[in-house]
């Protein structure tokens, strides 16, 4: 790359990383939604690859504006954040699962408790969400992005232009048949859209909380995914000879989504708009990024 590329990528860092995390995360699923490859691991691997766009982008204008890729990945191993903020990473997604389930119960939803998955398959979710699964997102959305925004908006309005962002990055996913999302009906696809902005709230006080752990973020992200194997919605009533039910399937998507917006307004009026949490949010420099050149910081 050559010394006018570099200078123009870092005087448009946001643009620069958008365009890349978009061209590097279409490209590849975007092929794999043409093969018309099967639901398989080979599959999930590939959509994992391709989730990689964003911290490639971010990887690629640290690297062009001269800053530390040291600093930027040590957000992914920022562990020591105390033990409150572990409890709520790994214990507000149950929370939510919680009150998910209590309102799809009081709206008539059938459940059954009968079987539960096995320990052991959470914790391979786990692991697989926050390294492979959706968490590797998180170093360029969060650890990369969110701090840009922060030095210019407010935490929510930071948080929703993530959100946006990172709602339409999925859009391949919902042109490919195969895959979760491309199978949702129109009302779930709506549904995910107001779920990702509502998520982008937590995340963003999960961040600004931790002091920019991105690991932290990428736990939390991956527990929020991982919820869906544990709802005790009744299958055989929700998909009765294999056509599923319209009114129940709804209903799962709506209480679903409930209680994360619950939690996105509640932490917005106790925390507040401008901040997200009881500490300065983390600077582009805590990003590993060196002061910006020009005053086109939200470029």
Known sequence: ????????????????????????????????????????????????????????????????????????????????????????????????????????????????????????????????????????????????MLPILQDSYSALVSSAIVGVTWAAWHLPLFLNATTTHGGWPLSQQLLWLVSILAGSI??????????GSVLAVAVFHAGINVMGIFHPADPEALIPNGAPDPWLNLLAEVTGAVPLVLVAILLVVVYGADRLANRDPPTPRDAGLPPETESDAVE
């Open 202 to 211: 937590l995340w963003t006080w999960m961040y600004n909380s931790t002091g």
């Open 1 to 144: 790359m050559n010394r006018n590329t570099r200078a123009w990528i870092d005087r448009h860092r946001l643009l620069s990383f958008v365009a890349i995390a978009y061209a590097f995360t279409w490209t590849v699923q975007g092929a794999l939604a043409y093969s018309g490859m099967e639901a398989s691991w080979t599959h999930s691997i590939l959509i994992g690859f391709g989730a990689f766009g964003p911290p490639i982008g971010a990887a690629v204008v640290i690297w062009a504006s001269g800053g530390s890729l040291r600093t930027w990945v040590g957000q992914m191993f920022k562990w020591r954040i105390g033990a409150k903020w572990w409890a709520l990473a790994l214990g507000l997604p149950f929370i939510i699962l919680s009150l998910g389930v209590l309102l799809f119960v009081a709206g008539g939803g059938p459940i059954d408790l009968t079987e539960f998955e096995s320990p052991f398959i959470y914790l391979f979710a786990m692991a697989w969400g926050t390294v492979w699964g959706g968490g590797q997102e998180d170093l360029g959305w969060r650890g990369f």
